[in-house]
Structure formats: C-alpha cells, structure tokens
C-alpha cells in the first residue's frame, strides 16, 4: 500500500511568519509530487509541483524534494490569513498515474 | 474552457436509495477521475478512465459503486443501495497526458448526505 503521511495539524503561525508544511511518501520510485491548498468545503485547488531533487520557488511559496529522504515540504513565506486552509500533500502512482494524497496539514495564520 | 463541471453540488438521499453523479471535464482532457474525501481526510482514489476506458479501480469501489464514461466524454458514478457511510464529497478531477505532471484539476464536488 503506498501511503503519503502528513502532519494534521492545526498548524498556527502569526501573520507575516514562514509556515513550514512537511510530508513523506512510501513508493522511493515516486517522480511527481505536488501540493493543493483547500480552503473548507470547496475542492483541492492546484498550487506547486516538483520532480527535480532541490527547492522550487513560486512567489511566496518554495516546494522543496528530497527522494533520498522521501521528503517533499512546502513553505510559505509572510504567511497572510487568507492562506488558512488544508494543505494537501500528493504522490504520482508511477504505475497507474493517479494521484496519492496525504489526510492534509490545516494551518491557521493569526492576523 | 469552463473547468470541470459536476452535478448536482449536493445530494441528500435516504439509506437505500440509489443516486447518480455526473462530471464534465475540460474539453481537452481524456484524462477523468473519481476521488471520495470524508472530513478531515485527504481526497481517497476510486476509478479513472482514460478517454472511454477504465483503467483501474480502488478496493475501495464496492460492487454497489459503479462509473461509467460512454463515448470518453462525461461520466457519471452511481451508487446503488447507500449507506450512510457513503457520506462524503465526490471529487471529478481531469488531466491530459502530455500535461501530467502538471497534476490535475478539479471539480467543484458533489456532497452526498445519506440520512
């Protein structure tokens, strides 16, 4: 069963601070990975993806891959209260190609 | 391109009843897929066609669940004989293989309540 962990949360950080989403993953021949943001009771809405070892940057946001580690995170620079939500972690299946997706990391910025 | 339509956005139905989802991806994509997502979960695959073809299903898609894309455009899911553990949102998501590891996007969902 491949699986991709992350932390619930709630995650709180004060507002113009780093928040720093974590996220592991089973399957070590695991090639695309990417993170949604939810906000409550809408759908998973697309933000990065990586597939290359390092950090990719996108405005406030940095996804960062580790395949040695099985280790993908997302960081959030000057955290606003509009970027409260769930933070879903996913894992292409190389085998089928769907997406694999972590029970998600609520954070919680406090203006 | 309008995204991912899906209907209807909620659904309340009493246990036993038999009810019918549909989902319209993005014009271009041949690419469809059924996910469930219960509170405080993250969204669990269930089926995907690619264009009129079902290429896999989850366990998790019991012989009460069934999807269907006829002509590899809309498709719909049924579920026969609910229960009220089939609560949850109902997730259409739609992707191109040339732009697959772009991810996918997704529907607005369908909430089922089974009371």
């Known amino acids: 069963q491949k699986e991709v962990e992350q932390n619930s949360g709630p995650l709180s950080v004060p507002e113009g601070a780093i928040a720093s989403l974590n996220c592991t993953y089973s399957?070590?021949?695991?090639?695309?990975f990417f993170w949604y943001r939810q906000y409550s009771g809408k759908s998973p809405e697309l933000i990065m993806f990586i597939y290359s070892n390092g950090d990719k940057e996108d405005g406030r946001f940095t996804a960062q891959l580790n395949k040695a580690s099985q280790y993908v995170s997302l960081l959030i620079r000057d955290s606003q209260p509009s970027d409260s939500a769930t933070y879903l972690c996913a894992v292409r299946d190389n085998q089928g190609g769907k997406l694999i997706f972590g029970q998600g990391t609520e954070l919680s910025v406090k203006p | 391109d309008t995204g991912v339509s899906q209907n209807p956005r909620h659904k309340i139905t009493k246990r036993g009843q038999n009810v019918t989802f549909r989902c319209d991806p993005i014009?271009?994509?041949?690419?469809l897929y059924w996910y469930r997502q219960t509170l405080g979960q993250g969204p669990e695959f269930l089926t995907y066609?690619?264009?009129?073809?079902?290429?896999?299903k989850s366990r998790l898609l019991s012989d009460r669940f069934s999807a269907e894309r006829p002509k590899g455009s809309f498709s719909t899911l049924e579920i026969q004989r609910t229960e009220q553990g089939d609560s949850a949102m109902y997730l259409c998501?739609?992707?191109?293989?040339?732009?697959?590891?772009?991810?996918?996007?997704f529907g607005s969902g369908t909430r089922l309540t089974v009371v």
């Open positions: 399957d070590r021949g695991s090639q695309s």
């Open positions: 014009s271009e994509h041949n690419r």
């Open positions: 066609f690619q264009n009129e073809a079902q290429l896999e």
């Open positions: 998501a739609s992707s191109s293989p040339g732009a697959s590891i772009y991810g996918y996007t």
